[in-house]
């Protein structure tokens, strides 16, 4: 069955600190990869996505996620959070060209300043 | 351009009713797919259309429902209401065509809560 696996449900970290959030699929076939945040009262935000090509993927506000096609891995990385990173962090893959998505149960991440 | 809303934004109901609840894509967008989340068990993937036609379904029962228009606005039904689909629904919308690629883009949700 297709799934992702986010193990770390809870992080918390002091400002400055460098963040590794894991996950892991099970999906046959070519997958995209994508992480997601949502600040608290806000909506879901696309943070970064890969597709294809460099398995090193930078994302907005500093994030970057590595895909290890071997380990079936897609974790995301940020060399130095702040407290404004406070907020839930969802990984999803999918197959090409369909639309639906199957999410991690994600990672509640608390910067504390 | 306008981001996808949904409405209402939040509903109370009483187990045994139904609910209906909408989304409007961004403009342009054709795909609009329909998640679940809960705390613990993050989002759930209920249903996608695309040209008034479902695409892909998730594992959710029969009571879960739901219907593209011909301007892209989707509605989804969840009938006979029990206390555990007490959750925030989740609309998202996609472009579809040439060149496009799979992102979708979140509304705000719908809180649900069953009493």
């Known amino acids: 069955a297709q799934s992702v696996s986010q193990h770390n449900h809870h992080v918390i970290l002091s400002e400055a600190a460098s963040l590794e959030l894991g996950c892991n699929y099970s999906y046959g076939g070519t997958v995209n990869l994508f992480w997601y945040v949502q600040y608290p009262g806000q909506h879901l935000q696309l943070l970064l996505k890969y597709f294809s090509g460099d398995p090193l993927v930078k994302g907005i506000k500093g994030f970057e996620a590595e895909f290890i096609k071997s380990k079936f891995s897609f974790n995301l990385r940020k060399p130095s959070v702040q407290w404004s990173d406070t907020a839930e962090y969802f990984c999803a893959v999918n197959a090409p060209g369909t639309y639906k998505y199957i999410f991690g149960t994600g990672t509640r991440l608390k910067v504390l300043a | 351009k306008a981001g996808v809303t949904q409405t209402p934004r939040y509903l109370i109901k009483t187990r045994g009713q139904q609910v209906t609840l909408s989304c409007s894509p961004i403009s342009g967008h054709r795909s609009v797919s329909w998640y679940q989340q809960t705390p613990g068990q993050g989002l759930q993937f209920l249903f996608e259309?695309?040209?008034?036609?479902?695409?892909n379904k998730g594992n959710f029962p029969g009571r879960f429902s739901g219907r593209q228009f011909s301007n892209s606005r989707s509605e989804m039904n969840v009938s006979t209401l029990e206390l555990g689909d007490s959750a925030l629904y989740l609309c998202?919308?996609?472009?579809?065509?040439?060149?496009?690629?799979?992102?979708?883009?979140f509304g705000p949700g719908t809180r649900l809560t069953v009493t």
């Open positions: 998202a919308s996609s472009f579809v065509g040439t060149g496009a690629d799979n992102e979708q883009y």
């Open positions: 259309y695309f040209s008034e036609t479902q695409r």
